[in-house]
């Protein structure tokens, strides 16, 4: 293991020889075959016009517009560009932010505090929502109310409507929901928030650089932007469907008066005074530099092409899961998802990631079961050909492997979890070496066990894994 800080300094060619080793053990971020987590487009050129484009700000920090109008020009165009593609007018704002998540606290406390008389604000969500809310809600001290969605998959109008109090600051849904791939009835449900006086966003973070481009393309897909009356906001990640490196979000509220409680300024110490639109003060210009010159470079027809290729990578996908024996679609693949379910799909998502196809298996919830899931991209385009045999083989394999062998552990509460209890797990489950490669076991365990006992075992585990290395003598 090398060190961090070493006794004398080490050339840079070794220092980035360490790093492409390092790199080594990860999962590719292009060729097609990772359907989670990384967004590729399959651009030859693009990946090195960015990290250029990077260089070029790594330096500038977002923390003072006037003292780096270039930023402040970048962001603006940014922010133009996403007004002018989801349905946004003369008075529409926006903000620049570093991912989805912040995107959504962000509009969470811009809600919150437009009521300050308010001691309980609450949020109403779908539950497909993303578990940003949940996050943004924790932090904020707002209070969660969770709506089960329908057979559908959707967040039905009526039941999101009966959730709403006198309390309720912020009412979103999704455009479309991460898990599943589905666009909820946002015209609908902008409606009801609207009559309530309440406000309504909608998270496109996932999807909603794509779904315009899919729309033009003839996907039968309901208005989900500003252009619907009744929505006060909607974000979208530049790093996803835009295809920009990671660390870009854009947050656009209707007018500036909903977006001002948004800041946070304060005056009240010796120094400068502090105004923020986002969470952070300092922040590198990079990613807004490489997220600006992504787009110039693909421009409004090349991402209709992209959408193309996605939407053509989809119906592939889609047709070997219809035409495979042993798995189902489980969800109408209308967006850029694909999200199937099986018998086992945890081994079978073992048995794909083994010929090369990496998913990202979700949990069973409530009435829903364990699926796979398939983020599609326009790399995926050439490669998705190849999947049907594979994933058949994979079903094959699975059912000879049978389920995961599983640990007992009924009984375990939050409280019971420990260290040392998460330490013999792992060794117990093969990931005492740090070997990810198997997770069949894990998952299965993990799905047996309620949510909040999930969520202390994986937050006991990524602890665990999170130790400072040991320097070398």
């Known amino acids: ?65 006037t003292a780096f109008p270039s930023l402040l020009a970048m962001e603006n165009a940014l922010v133009g560009a996403a007004a002018g593609l989801l349905g946004g007018g003369d008075e529409t704002v926006g903000s620049v932010t570093s991912g989805g998540t912040e995107s959504l606290i962000l509009a969470v406390k811009a809600a919150r505090d437009s009521r300050p008389e308010l001691t309980a604000p609450r949020l109403v969500i779908p539950s497909t929502a993303h578990a940003a809310f949940a996050k943004a809600a924790h932090y904020l001290r707002v209070e969660l109310d969770v709506v089960p969605v329908g057979a559908d998959l959707r967040a039905g109008p009526e039941a999101m409507a009966a959730a709403i109090t006198p309390d309720t600051v912020l009412v979103a849904a999704s455009a479309p929901s991460y898990a599943h791939g589905v666009v909820d009835p946002i015209p609908q449900l902008a409606a009801i928030a609207a009559e309530r006086g309440v406000r309504f966003h909608v998270d496109a973070c996932f999807g909603g650089w794509v779904l315009p481009y899919l729309k033009r393309l003839g996907a039968d897909l309901p208005p989900f932007d500003l252009s619907v009356p009744g929505v006060t906001s909607i974000s979208v990640d530049l790093h996803k469907y835009a295809y920009a490196p990671k660390g870009v979000s ?3 509220h209707r007018t500036e008066q909903l977006r001002l409680p948004q800041y946070f300024a304060f005056a009240g110490w010796p120094g400068y005074t502090m105004i923020n639109p986002i969470i952070s003060s300092t922040r590198s210009g990079g990613p807004i530099a490489g997220a600006l010159a992504t787009m110039r470079h693909i421009g409004d027809a090349g991402y209709l092409e992209l959408a193309r290729r996605t939407r053509e990578a989809v119906e592939v996908l889609s047709a070997a899961v219809t035409e495979t024996d042993g798995v189902s679609l489980f969800a109408p693949p209308e967006t850029s998802v694909v999200c199937l379910t099986a018998e086992n799909p945890f081994v079978l998502a073992d048995e794909l990631a083994a ?21 599609v991209t326009a790399a995926v385009a050439p490669t998705a ?84 290395a040991k320097t070398t003598e």
Do not use: C
């Open 1 to 65: 293991m090398f060190e961090a800080l070493p006794e004398k300094g080490v050339p840079g060619q070794q220092i980035l020889d360490e790093l492409r080793e390092l790199r080594r053990a990860d999962l590719p971020t292009h060729g097609g075959r990772l359907f989670a987590y990384v967004y590729d487009p399959a651009l030859e050129g693009l990946d090195e016009l960015a990290q250029a484009a990077f260089a070029i700000s790594a330096h500038v920090n977002g923390l003072d517009p």
């Open 355 to 375: 010929r090369g196809w990496h998913t990202q298996p979700q949990m069973s919830f409530g009435d829903l079961p364990a699926t796979i899931h398939l983020t």
């Open 385 to 468: 050909g190849e999947f049907a045999a594979d994933l058949a083989a994979a079903v094959a394999a699975t059912r000879e492997r049978g389920p995961a062998p599983q640990l007992d552990v009924s009984g375990l509460t939050p409280e019971m979890i420990t260290p040392e209890l998460v330490a013999g797990l792992a060794e117990s489950l093969g990931l005492g070496g740090g070997d990810f490669t198997q997770m069949a076991a894990v998952n299965s365990l993990l799905d047996t066990v309620p949510p909040a006992v999930r969520e202390a075992l994986l937050t006991s585990f990524l602890s665990l894994l999170q130790r400072p």
């Open 250 to 252: 854009i947050l656009l």
